[in-house]
């Protein structure tokens, strides 16, 4: 029996699991540093085992690893590089969901040397928009074609009946991983020309989409797009843009947060008395009685801009204490984040996932389209849990069956691996679906 071990146990995490559970080949160790969240995920499976493990113990990650054949890393990304390299000491199979890192790039030949597999971005985005892309440019180059353009869009977000505060969002995965992800910088390509977005501008570049039965929704570029023109075989093509889908005014309201300072990492002390507004203050150099003016100053925009309601709601002006003596202006905004934009029970998350080519086959233009539109299971999994840990599930399964003999560090863009990942999701109703038309 091949045993996986599960690091983690946070908000996507139950679904990797019950699969891999009804496996009757596997053994499966969840390890979290709240062993009662591994225990509800292992929910007594008699080929479950839950563990309590502090990920900052190397002695107790090593122990671990050690007695595991292939380690799934849901943890932060910043521990990743510290489970690789065990992995590799002890010639373990690695996967993640989460973006190659340069320092994980660099162990590609020891990965290779010691015959592993370290699978990456198999979670959605990154993910099942590789593989449904790379499938499709497969085919192009099939019938001799080539692809000219291709912009990618993902988003996960409320269900149109869940969405019901003035943010237009709730949280279905790491709250704080949501915020930070709004410091990136980014890079695309457009028209053949090399556009840099700088991290202090990140969502002043907005894209517009309509998605067929829900309306238009907008985008921000999500991160470097140019690094996956060599990912994807697209050599010469034009344009190429990997987005992030919200409802439209989400980009003008984090324009105003990434301006105010409300995105720096640099903690403060003494915060706990001080109240939200003193806070808001601290950062804008206002006065507490004109919290609004001061945030609209220090930010360039009018008093009616839709930022200045919703941080009102959110409580961001209020006289409401911090509670919390030492933390960042990032972790401030975050934890209230949380606190606010939850979703209650019964409700539905949302992933929406496009693709759209242009590709030239035989001197003819065609617009390719593929669309996955995905929700949560009311008082069940929710759509992000499902999309972001079944193709890991998937992927693992079939390393355990000796079906992929692939090595290296990897993201799912190998036929090998994109195939029969996408043909088991779309047994449980997780597809794409593919129109295609001449230009």
């Known amino acids: 029996m091949k045993r996986v071990l ?32 591994a225990e509800a995920l292992i929910a007594k499976h008699p080929n479950g085992q839950a563990k309590a493990l502090n990920v900052d113990d190397g002695a107790a990650l090593e122990a671990a ?60 985005d990154p993910g099942i928009d590789h593989m449904s892309a790379q499938q499709i440019i497969d085919q192009v180059k099939g019938e001799g074609g080539q692809i000219v353009s291709f912009l990618s869009y993902c988003g996960g977000l409320p269900a149109p009946d869940a969405d019901n505060n003035p943010w237009n969002y709730k949280f279905s995965w790491s709250p704080r991983g949501v915020v930070l992800a709004a410091r990136n910088a980014a890079r695309y390509l457009e028209n053949g020309k090399l556009v840099e977005v700088p991290n202090w501008d990140y969502f002043a570049t907005v894209r517009y989409l309509p998605v067929d039965g829900l309306g238009v929704f907008e985008s921000y570029p999500n991160r470097d797009s140019i690094g996956y023109i060599d990912v994807y075989g697209l050599q010469g093509i034009q344009t190429i843009y990997r987005g992030t889908l919200r409802v439209p005014g989400h980009c003008a309201t984090w324009t105003t947060i990434a301006r105010s300072g ?57 006289d409401e204490k911090i509670g919390i003596d030492r933390i960042s202006p990032l972790d401030v905004l975050a934890n209230r984040l949380d606190q606010k934009l939850r979703y209650a029970p019964g409700e539905r998350d949302m992933l929406v996932l496009v693709h ?38 998937i992927a693992t399964r079939m390393i355990c069956e000796g079906r992929i003999k692939l090595t290296g560090v990897r993201i799912p863009v190998d036929r090998a691996i994109y195939e029969p990942v996408l043909r088991e999701l779309a047994t449980m109703n997780i597809v794409c679906r593919e129109s295609r038309r001449p230009l």
Request: net charge neutral.
């Open 356 to 393: 759209e080519f242009v590709a030239e086959i035989k001197g003819k233009r065609e617009y390719i389209r593929s669309q996955m539109v995905d929700f949560g299971i009311p008082d069940g999994d929710t759509s992000m849990a499902r999309t972001v840990s079944l193709p890991a599930a």
């Open 65 to 124: 690893i050690k007695d595991c054949d292939v380690a799934i890393s849901l943890l932060p990304w910043i521990h990743h590089l510290a489970v690789a390299k065990l992995c590799i000491k002890h010639r373990k199979h690695l996967v993640t969901t989460s973006y190659v890192s340069p320092a994980m790039k660099e162990l590609d030949s020891q990965v290779r040397e010691a015959d592993l597999l370290f699978l990456n971005e198999i979670g959605v």
């Open 6 to 37: 599960i690091l983690g146990a946070g908000l996507v995490t139950r679904p990797i699991v019950r699969y891999l559970l009804e496996q009757a080949n596997l053994a499966v160790t969840v390890a979290s540093r709240t062993v009662s969240k």
């Open 262 to 318: 409300l995105l720096d990492l640099e903690e403060r002390v003494g915060m706990a008395g001080k109240t939200y507004a003193e806070f808001i203050c601290g950062l804008t150099g206002g006065t507490p009685d004109e919290v609004r003016p001061s945030y609209c100053r220090k930010t360039g925009i009018p008093i009616t801009h839709n930022a200045i309601s919703r941080l009102e709601w959110l409580g961001m002006f209020s």
